[in-house]
Nanobody, 120 residues
Framework: VQLQAFGGGLVQAGGSLRLSCAASGVTFEYIGVGWFRQAPGKEREFVAAISSTGVRTNYEDSVKGRFIISRDNVQNTAYLEMNNLKPEDTAVYYC??????????????WGQGTQVTVSS
């Protein structure tokens, strides 16, 4: 099983980025997908999650109304659209596969991270 996250980069505050999480080696339509992030010196934290069918989503409070999680089960890819980015969103972002939830323990499969840097 492999999850590959990409799409990070450097953006100014107020800007947007779209992260992608490409899955292989797993029946993608059967797993929930979560996004987590880890800022320097901080613990990894939950950002957003989406159920296997895409019907249910969940967001951390600070990203509600700014981030949108989605998925394409034909392309075996999940997305995190990030709008109105703030410097405090700067972190390494990870995607994970498993059951939908806010805890890292909910997820069996993890991708490598992609760096998002938001300048003020």
């Amino acid at each position: 099983v492999q999850l590959q996250a990409f799409g990070g980069g450097l953006v100014q505050a107020g800007g947007s980025l779209r992260l992608s999480c490409a899955a292989s080696g797993v029946t993608f339509e059967y797993i929930g997908v979560g996004w987590f992030r880890q800022a320097p010196g901080k613990e990894r934290e939950f950002v957003a999650a989406i159920s296997s069918t895409g019907v249910r989503t969940n967001y951390e409070d600070s990203v509600k109304g700014r981030f949108i999680i989605s998925r394409d089960n034909v392309q075996n890819t999940a997305y995190l659209e990030m709008n109105n980015l703030k410097p405090e969103d700067t972190a390494v972002y990870y995607c994970a596969g498993g059951s939908i939830g806010t805890l890292q323990e909910n997820y069996r499969f993890w991708g490598q991270g992609t760096q998002v840097t938001v300048s003020s």
